[in-house]
């Protein structure tokens, strides 16, 4: 299931990044149903978890501006449409997973998205994606009142 999931988030990255480029060149035909379903599709024989897609997407569509408002602040010195494409989507996808999707582990969620980052963004993607999830996640605990579950520093002799 967990490697399903996987596939489910390129399936969902492929999907939104088509709608964030279509609505930058002002292509008013674009139906983000016909297009998940053209994704879903596509990799019918080897995903079955399509309701997880299903939600991703729709999900990351419906809390856009919300998403766009909570990550903002967190990197401000990059505004949300300055911010390379497919990691704009990336960090979208995972910010509503951290914040929405309570049925998965927020370890889970970062490690997905800078796994997608790896495999689709540029060079220093991953990094970036991982600091700007890990502050989101740091900032939901501290919200909760909950302390940071940050790594613990190794020692050096």
């Known amino acids: 299931m967990a490697s399903n ?3 489910g988030r390129i399936i969902a990255l492929q999907t939104l990044f088509e709608q964030d480029f279509r609505r930058a060149v002002n292509d008013a035909s674009f139906d ?3 297009v998940l379903k053209r994704n ?3 990799y019918q024989a080897t995903v079955d978890d399509t309701d997880f897609i299903d939600r991703l997407v ?3 569509v419906e809390h856009e501006e919300d998403l766009d408002t909570l990550l903002q602040p967190i990197a401000p010195e990059w505004p949300m449409a300055q911010i390379a494409r497919m990691d704009r989507v990336i960090l979208h996808m995972g910010a509503y997973e951290l914040v929405y999707a309570k049925d998965i582990p927020p370890k889970v ?3 997905e998205a800078v796994e997608l980052a790896k495999a689709f963004g540029s060079e220093n993607s991953s ?3 991982n600091g700007v999830l890990g502050t989101v996640l ?3 605990e501290e919200a909760k009142g909950e302390s940071p579950k940050t790594p613990k520093k ?3 002799s």
């Open 40 to 42: 879903i599709n596509r």
């Open 154 to 156: 190794a020692k050096t």
């Open 32 to 34: 983000i149903t016909d």
């Open 127 to 129: 990094k970036f994606i």
């Open 138 to 140: 740091r900032n939901q």
């Open 109 to 111: 969620v970062i490690n």
């Open 5 to 7: 999931r996987h596939l």
């Open 58 to 60: 729709r999900g990351v």
